[in-house]
Structures are given as C-alpha cells and as structure tokens.
C-alpha cells in the first residue's frame, strides 16, 4: 500500500427517496386569485402567530412537543378547523426543528474555524444565546428590504414577494378521506379542485359546506397518472403557491411511498454498471461490465449550468439524468456508480482554510467557483429519485483519487484508440470499477478491450484485453536468473545435496547423547511420558 494515502471508505447502495413530489399550474380566474390571496394571507398570519409561540417555548422533549401542540392546536381551532390548525402546528415545529439544526450547523462550522475566528463561538447551540431564530418568508428577502437598489427592485414589488411568501395554502393528507384529504381535494376524473375555508371566511364559499372551487379545470401533465392512483387509494397533501415574478399559481402534490425491500451491494454489482464522473459544465460517463471491463467508449454530457435560473438549471439536470438512464436501459445496466461528494462544509467555510484545499488568492477563488459549478447535492436527489421509478439502484462510493488514478493508469490506454478522451473518462471507469468492489489500478496483464472491440458502438460487449506490455518496463526481455548449484548428474532422480544447508554436526553416538540436545517439542514429550 502507498504511504501517505487515507483509507477509502466502503461503497453503498443509496437509499431510495421516502416520498414523491409532482407539480402542476393552477390557470386561475381574478375571482379565484383573489380567494386564494385573501385565504392565504389569513392562514399566513395565523402561522406566523403560532410559529412565534412556538419559538418562544424554546427546546421540549417528546412529551412537551406533544402537549404544546395540543393546546396551540385547540387555540386554532376556533380561528379556523381542526385540519387546518393541524397543518399550522406540524408546519411550525417542522420550523422549528429544521432551524435548530441550522443553528447546530453553523456552531460546528465555527468550531472548524476556531483558530481563525474565534469571536463567533459566544454563541452557543442550545444556551440561553443560541436562541432559535426563524423568519417566515426568508431572511434572504427580509435582508433586501434594506438594499432595494441593490438588488433591483422596488418597494411594490419587494411588498409583493414578501406577501407571496408568507402565504399559507398547505393541507396534509388523510388515508381514509376521499381522494385523500378533506381540506383540499382534487378530482382526476373531473379535472377540479376545491377547499375547505376556515369559519371566518365561509362567506367566499361558492360550494356546501363552507368549501371553494376553482372555475379553471386542475390537470397533472406529468405523472398525473400516479397522482390520481395515489388520491384514490391513500393520502395525498397538496401545496398551493404564487410566483410573483411570472404571476402563476402552481399546485404541488405530495405523499410517502410504500416501503420497499432495500437493493444490496451485491444485488447492484450483478450486471452492467453505469459510472458517472460530475464536473462543472458536463458529465463524463462510462459504462463497465461485472467484471470491471470497459464496455463501448466513455462518453460526455454536457451539463452548462452557470448563470441560468433555477428553473433552467432542474430542466437541464433532469434532461441530463434522462440520458444516463437511458444508456442504463440499453446496456441493461443495474445500477449507476456516482462519487460520493459534498462540499457542504467548503461552502460553509468560505475563505477559511481547512485542511489542503486552496483558500486564497486565484487558486481559491477558482476552488470556490469549481464547488459553485458542481450540483452535487441537487444530481444525486434527483438521479436517486429517477434511477429509483426505473428500477436502477444508484451506488456511491469514496471520491479518494479516482482523478489521480485515472490519470495514472487509464488514461493513456483510453488516449490509444480515442485520443479525444480526457482524464474526467479515466476518472468515470475508476468510479465504476470501485463500485463493483474491484482495484481502481490497472492490472499489469491490462483491462482494456482489444481495439476492434474498443471501436465498436456504446451497446457492444467488449472482451477483455491480454497484453504482454508491462506498464514500467515496456517490451523488455526478461532474462532468466543465474544457476548457482552444480547441475544434476543424468539419469538421476534426486540432486546433490547442498553441503552449506547441513553445517557441521556434533559426532553421535548410540550410547550416549549427543554433544548438543535440541529441547523436545510439546507432543514428543508426551511421547516420552507415556513409554516411561
């Protein structure tokens, strides 16, 4: 083994995603925008109430959570339903909750910055000054507030998103109700949606029982299919949302999916394996059989992210996903091998250096701008999500030199057949062949396949390459090693025997000992007392 190398964590099956989200766009009426507004902005100050009192009770066990969210819960009630005021209080404690982890988050991020800002450590998680602070709507919009110019809007329009945001039009789903919820229901048959209003505005009604429907016809142009299964036979929870920029209202449906048996290792290293090496601007990909081979030719996907809006950026991810899985049904691939990367803690950091990585100057500005470019976090949920409805496992394994080593060993043998290939393509047959729980090195007999094979299409079996070339001393004759003992007489079987291997001996005779008496082993000494 190198020295100076770290250890290289095992490879894993990801675990599948726990629940499936499907949005669609609400056409509405003025009318209908208007109930939505006026519906949101009443739940919206209700949760924002709720969520200030939760903050204020600070940290509480499970038996507190429970008998604080009983009493809250009965206080909205009377301010709405009992369905909304369940929504409200899970929604405030899932706040709650996901901030006091921020906050943990970032004193673990000035832990590691101890030494260079020792300043921000007066705050502690969990004492009386790291008080939870959460902000409905953002604190990314609640800063530009101040700096209106400097983010290019005006005051109407800051108004207008800052409203958007705290609106509340969340209900969560119910097993045994029709079409799984009873606060906002969607119909797959007849295309409308309707929902409950809190008692205080029951006059907005336009259906019994205090409910409203929209008059524009509510369709799922993807996967509304599994949409409508779902509604028909378990819960569904639905998210009403405005986008003030676009001026659209975009209806969101969600629910858990049923548990499943989880893939494991060796399931996913039983056929084809897709290995995908992600870099700023594009995918290198590489398809390997089972037994480490290189299958077709490595392969790029281009991936241009930077200075595109989110929206954009999730098309382009999802069109690029679309072409891994794609090549995964053609070679019948089982599983598809990514790098098991987060630079969570680089973008925390910032400029403060920890451990190797650059922090300064070019070097660390281009590091910084490389981790920007890299949608790590946002490929693997999104590949787990899709691999997953296709049926492919997806394997992580430890991103620990695979660059280096693909330079090292597969690179150049790549470059002999297809000199277009770079070292990102020696990289990906690296990550797939540590996904298969093979040596990311290159054998001395070579892995490669022969070049009529290399040259053949993306789907072709290749074979596996038996080259005589050793790596470090090229087409060298070996020679064979000097014969030191005295050649063996013809027509006979046993050598001479080697006079240095005896040594001198002691002269012994039969009745007496000799000279010099090796100890005895443990069993012929038993041997001994069982004669005498």
């Not at 990801?14 to 109930?35: C, I």
């Not at 602070?133 to 005051?155: I, M, P, Q, Y």
């Not at 949302?241 to 060796?266: G, H, I, N």
Request: charged share 25%; glycine share 8%; aromatic share 4%.
């Amino acid at each position: 083994m190198v020295s100076g190398l770290r250890q290289i964590a095992g490879a894993f099956v990801v675990a599948p995603p726990a629940g499936t989200r499907v949005r669609t766009r609400l056409r509405v009426s003025g009318t209908d925008a208007a109930v939505l507004r006026e519906v949101g902005g009443y739940l919206g100050s209700l949760a924002s109430a709720d969520l200030a009192a939760r903050c204020a009770e600070g940290r509480l066990d499970a038996r507190q959570r429970a008998r604080s969210r009983q009493v809250r819960k009965q206080e909205l009630t009377a301010k709405s339903s009992s369905r909304w005021a369940g929504a409200l209080t899970r929604t405030s404690e899932d706040a709650y909750q996901l901030a006091y982890r921020n906050l943990v988050a970032e004193r673990r991020s000035l832990v590691a910055r101890i030494s260079r800002i020792e300043t921000r450590l007066a705050v502690t998680a969990g004492m009386r000054a790291g008080r939870v602070s959460v902000c409905r709507g953002g604190k990314a919009l609640l800063r530009t507030r101040s700096n209106l110019a400097d983010a290019g809007l005006t005051e109407t329009r800051w108004r207008e998103r800052w409203a958007a945001s705290r609106l509340f039009l969340t209900a969560d789903g119910e097993k045994d109700k029709a079409w799984g919820n009873e606060t906002i229901r969607w119909n797959p048959d007849q295309n409308w949606l309707e929902g409950k209003l809190p008692a205080p505005l029951a006059r907005l009604a336009n259906r019994p029982s205090g409910r409203y429907r929209l008059s524009c016809p509510v369709e799922f142009p993807y996967r509304g299919g599994d949409v409508a299964a779902q509604a028909a036979t378990g819960a569904v929870r639905y998210d009403i949302s405005f986008d003030p920029e676009r001026e659209r209202w975009y209806l969101d449906a969600s629910w858990k999916t049923p548990a499943t048996p989880p893939v494991t290792l060796a399931q996913a290293r039983q056929g084809t394996v897709i290995a995908v090496d992600v870099n700023a601007g594009h995918l290198a990909v590489a398809v390997l059989d089972p037994d480490g081979n290189q299958v077709g030719v490595p392969f790029t996907i281009d991936l241009p992210l930077a200075g595109l809006p989110a929206s954009t950026r999730d098309g382009r991810l999802r069109a690029a996903i679309t072409s891994i899985l794609s090549t995964a049904r053609e070679d019948r691939a089982s599983a598809v091998v990514i790098e098991n990367l987060n630079f969570a803690n680089a973008r925390s950091q910032g400029r403060e250096r920890t451990g190797k990585r650059p922090a300064r100057g070019r070097r660390g500005r281009a590091f910084r701008h490389q981790v920007a470019g890299l949608p790590t976090a946002r490929f693997r949920d999104r590949l787990t999500h899709m691999a997953c409805n296709n049926g492919i496992a997806v394997i992580a394994i430890d991103p620990a030199y695979t660059s280096r080593w693909g330079a090292q060993h597969w690179l150049a043998p790549l470059r002999q057949h297809h000199p277009e290939l770079t070292g990102h393509h020696a990289a990906a047959l690296v990550i797939g062949r540590r996904g298969l729980g093979l040596q990311a090195r290159r054998r001395a007999s070579g892995n490669l396949p022969a070049p009529e094979d290399a040259a053949a299409p993306a789907g072709a079996k290749s074979t596996q390459a038996r080259s005589g070339t050793h790596p470090k001393t090229g087409t060298q004759t070996r020679r064979p090693a000097t014969r030191t003992d005295p050649r063996q007489p013809p027509g006979t079987k046993t050598g001479r025997p080697r006079r240095s291997t005896a040594g001198d001996q002691a002269t012994q005779d039969r009745s007496g000992p000799p000279a010099r008496q090796d100890p005895l082993l443990p069993g012929d000494q038993e041997r001994c007392r069982v004669q005498s």
